[in-house]
T-cell receptor, first 113, second 116 residues
Framework: GENVEQHPSTLSVQEGDSAVIKCTYS??????FPWYKQELGKRPQLIID?????GEKKDQRIAVTLNKTAKHFSLHITETQPEDSAVYFC????????????FGAGTRLAVHP | GAGVSQSPSNKVTEKGKDVELRCDPI?????LYWYRQSLGQGLEFLIY????????KSGLPSDRFSAERTGGSVSTLTIQRTQQEDSAVYLC??????????????FGEGSRLTVL
């Protein structure tokens, strides 16, 4: 079936530490993997994405890695700051292309000063 | 408009009543999605429209749910005979499909539905 599993559901770190969130997907045809951040009471917003022809992508303190063989991808946040506190969602396109996007259940990240 | 617009922002209804939720996507975006987010939960896929293609309705939870998109722009999600378990925030998102597009979904603020 079309499924995206995300772990952990909650993550608590001290400011300055790193945070890692992992996702696995079921559809081997998936080729697009975005990550969205949703702050409390706000709409989800894209923070980084990766396509299947790339193994890793970085944007300042955020990086995403992809292992197509194992069908899993991860979000890495370094030097966490209190403003990184939010719910993070991974997602995977189903059936190739950008079409149907299935989201994971989300990870609530708390960064403590 | 500048972003995805949804209305109403809040809707309280009685069990058994029908509701309509509206989404106005970003101008020129041909792809439109509906998701449901229950309290503290993830984003549950409902339906996806792409241009003039038949919509992907595989996420609609029951036949009480339907959606349409008129003129390739505004979309309406209709829930008939609402049940308490339908209470959630319904999020609409749109995406550009032009050459060089990034795949990014732009979400609206959502419509919070409460079924009493």
């Amino acid at each position: 079936g079309e499924n995206v599993e995300q772990h952990p559901s909650t993550l608590s770190v001290q400011e300055g530490d790193s945070a890692v969130i992992k996702c696995t997907y079921s559809d081997s045809a998936s080729n697009y993997f975005p990550w969205y951040k949703q702050e409390l009471g706000k709409r989800p917003q894209l923070i980084i994405d990766i396509r299947s022809n790339v193994g890793e992508k970085k944007d300042q303190r955020i990086a995403v890695t992809l292992n197509k063989t194992a069908k899993h991808f991860s979000l890495h946040i370094t030097e966490t700051q209190p403003e990184d506190s939010a719910v993070y969602f991974c997602a995977a396109s189903m059936g190739g292309g950008y079409n149907k996007l299935i989201f994971g259940a989300g990870t609530r990240l708390a960064v403590h000063p | 408009g500048a972003g995805v617009s949804q209305s109403p922002s809040n809707k309280v209804t009685e069990k058994g009543k029908d509701v309509e939720l509206r989404c106005d996507p970003i101008s020129g975006h041909t792809a439109l999605y509906w998701y449901r987010q229950s309290l503290g939960q993830g984003l549950e896929f409902l339906i996806y429209f792409q241009g003039n293609s038949a919509p992907d309705k595989s996420g609609l939870p029951s036949d009480r749910f339907s959606a349409e998109r008129t003129g390739g722009s505004v979309s309406t999600l209709t829930i008939q005979r609402t049940q308490q378990e339908d209470s959630a925030v319904y999020l609409c998102a749109s995406r550009s499909t032009r050459q060089g597009y990034t795949g990014e979904l732009f979400f609206g603020e959502g419509s919070r539905l409460t079924v009493l």
